[in-house]
């Protein structure tokens, strides 16, 4: 899952970036409008946590363009604005939840997974590819009822893949779905990730194959 914060308290969008990066989110994090406009025209985003009083403007005015672009992307208003006029008005516009700061971390945590739980979700909950079922709402990947263990980006690329399966995932997609803006990215380090994923899968009979299509990307597909 990624995450794009708007946020320009410095140390206050820092501590969310550790905390979502702890919980295997990939976060992104700009603190102006102009920015965030231009990172949701590059990115496709499965969340948006959105300040209001930013040094160009009202949040809540970059909303509609979050919902021309993708209808269905939960946004969730983080503001010290409280009143419940600036709710209302946080509502009305199109925000999924406001929360008032400060607030506790364990709470933001709560609202995320409640966004992501709405009925439009529903539909794709679970995924099934071989003996693996991916979990789409709690970001797990289960074989025979046991849940593998994979580090972070190993499971943004298998989430990534298996949301497409049999179909071939350009490279530049995964490594948009996998890395943060700020990340540092060496020329062989998806294929490691994969590389780690395939032995990993093979390992706890998940029955999946992942193919590289040369010069092109990945495609993950049943390998019965």
Do not use: W
């Amino acid at each position: 899952m990624r995450i794009l914060i708007v946020e320009d308290e410095v140390e206050f969008a820092a501590a969310l970036c550790r905390s979502l990066t702890r919980e295997r989110f990939v976060v992104d994090h700009v603190d102006r409008l102009t920015m965030a406009r231009e990172a949701v025209r590059s990115v496709a985003y499965d969340l948006v946590l959105l300040d209001r009083t930013l040094p160009d403007g009202d949040g809540l005015s970059l909303v509609p363009s979050l919902r021309a672009g993708n209808p269905g992307l939960p946004i969730i208003v983080l503001s010290a604005l409280g009143e419940i006029s600036d709710r209302v008005a946080g509502l009305d516009e199109g925000a999924d939840d406001y929360l008032i700061k400060p607030f506790a971390l364990e709470e933001m945590f709560a609202r995320i997974r409640a966004v992501r739980r709405r009925p439009a979700d529903l539909a794709v909950e679970q995924i099934r590819v071989g003996a693996l079922v991916f979990d789409v709402a709690n970001d797990e990947a289960v074989v025979a009822g046991v849940r593998l263990d994979l580090v972070r980006r190993e499971l943004r690329v298998l989430a990534t893949l298996v949301k497409r399966r049999g179909r071939t995932v350009l490279r530049e997609s995964l490594e948009h779905a996998v890395y943060g803006f700020d990340d540092e990215v060496q020329s062989n380090t998806l294929d490691s990730h994969i590389s780690r994923l395939r032995r990993k899968l093979a390992e706890a009979g998940a029955g999946i194959e992942i193919h590289a299509i040369r010069g092109v990307g990945y495609l993950l597909k049943s390998s019965s």
